[in-house]
C-alpha cells in the first residue's frame, strides 16, 4: 500500500488507515472477536496506521488494540488515540496540565505503551484552539517522553486553521468526503503549506457513501446514527456528516451510478476520493467486520479519478449536499 508522511510526526502512514471507534461504542454490538479480526484484516491488508480515543467504549476500544498488538509483529504500526471528551462538564477550563496527564497516562496504560505516538485533541471547545497554556502543557508531555507527538480533531475549519498555525501541531483530523468538502477550500492548502498532516475522517458518511442505505435502512438503538441524527448526544456533523438521511440516501444513488459507470463500488469511489486530495496523509474508515476492513483498504488500489469523475461527484454535491452543510462546519 501507499505509504505518506504524516505532517509533523515525519512518520510513514499507509494512505488508508483503520477507524477505531467502530471496535468501541457506538456503532451496535461488535464483539472482541470480530474486533481483533478486523484489525487483523486491516494490517494484513497493509494498513499501518490505527486511530482510536480513550473514549471509545470507555477505553474498549484502546484495550482491543492493547491485545492485538501483543499478538503479532507490529514493527511499523502507528497508533494515534486522543484525548478530552472525558471533560466533565466538557468546557475549555477542564484541558489544564493536570488532566491532560491523567487522560494520557489512562491511554498509555490500556495500550500498554511507556509513550504514545500520536495524541489529538479530541474536538475540544473552540477556545482551546487558542489557549497558550493547553498546548505548553503538550509540549511538556513530549518533552517528558509520554507522547511523541500530538494534533487536534476538529469540528470546524475555523478551528483547524487555528490549529495549523501552533508551530507543534504534526496533524489536524477533519471529517472530509464527497458530501463534506469544504476543508478542500482553505485546511488542506494551508496545512500543505505549513507540513501539518491531514487525517481524513467519517469518509464513508457514517456509511451513506457505501450506497448500500435506503430510506427504509434503520439501526440499532446503541447506534449513534440512531439516537445522534439530530445532534441529540454529540455534534451532529459526526452522524452522516450533517447530511439528513433521506437527502444523503438519494445523493448517495446518484454516486452510485457514478461508481457503476467507472467499475467500481461506491465505497471505493468516494474513499479514492478522499485519497485524491492534495494534503490528504490518510484516511480512516471504520469496520465493524473482517471484510469490511479489506474492501476499504482495496480503495487504494484504484486508479486516481479521472476529471470527468471529479467533475460528476462535485455537481451531485452542490445540487443536492451543498446547502446542508457547507456553512455549518
Request: charged content about 25%.
Amino acid at each position: 500500500m501507499e505509504d505518506r508522511v504524516l505532517g509533523r510526526t515525519g512518520r510513514q502512514v499507509s494512505v488508508v488507515g483503520l477507524g477505531c471507534w467502530q471496535l468501541g461504542a457506538d456503532w451496535g454490538r461488535v464483539d472482541d472477536a470480530d474486533a481483533l479480526a478486523v484489525l487483523h484484516a486491516a494490517v494484513d491488508a497493509g494498513v499501518t496506521f490505527l486511530d482510536t480515543a480513550d473514549v471509545y467504549g470507555d477505553g474498549r476500544s484502546e484495550g482491543l488494540i492493547a491485545r492485538f498488538l501483543a499478538e503479532r509483529d507490529t514493527t511499523g504500526i502507528t497508533v494515534a488515540t486522543k484525548c478530552g471528551r472525558r471533560a466533565d462538564p466538557h468546557v475549555p477550563d477542564q484541558f489544564t496540565q493536570e488532566n491532560l496527564r491523567a487522560w494520557t497516562d489512562r491511554s498509555r496504560a490500556n495500550l500498554r505503551v511507556d509513550r504514545l505516538d500520536l495524541v489529538q485533541l479530541h474536538c475540544p471547545p473552540t477556545p482551546v484552539f487558542s489557549s497558550d497554556e493547553v498546548f505548553d502543557a503538550l509540549d511538556e508531555l513530549v518533552a517528558e517522553g509520554n507522547l511523541a507527538a500530538y494534533g487536534v480533531s476538529v469540528e470546524t475549519c475555523e478551528e483547524a486553521l487555528t490549529a495549523i498555525a501552533r508551530p507543534n501541531v504534526a496533524s489536524v483530523q477533519i471529517i472530509l468526503n464527497a458530501f463534506r468538502r469544504k476543508p478542500l477550500e482553505r485546511v488542506l492548502p494551508a496545512a500543505r503549506a505549513a507540513g501539518v498532516g491531514i487525517i481524513a475522517r467519517v469518509p464513508l458518511a457514517s456509511g451513506l457513501l457505501s450506497g448500500k442505505y435506503d430510506e427504509d435502512t434503520t439501526f440499532a438503538d446503541d447506534d449513534h446514527r440512531t439516537y445522534n441524527r439530530h445532534g441529540e448526544a454529540f455534534d451532529v456533523g459526526e452522524t452522516f456528516s450533517g447530511v439528513p438521511f433521506d437527502t444523503g440516501v438519494r445523493a448517495a444513488r446518484s454516486l452510485a451510478e457514478i461508481a457503476a459507470d467507472v467499475g467500481f463500488s461506491t465505497a471505493a469511489l468516494a474513499l479514492r476520493w478522499v485519497i485524491d486530495q492534495p494534503g490528504v496523509s490518510v484516511v480512516i474508515p471504520g469496520a465493524r467486520n473482517a471484510e469490511q476492513a479489506t474492501a476499504n483498504t482495496a480503495a487504494e488500489q484504484v486508479p486516481p479519478l479521472s476529471a470527468d469523475t471529479l467533475r460528476a461527484i462535485e455537481r451531485i454535491y452542490d445540487d443536492q449536499i451543498r446547502e446542508h452543510v457547507h456553512d455549518r462546519w
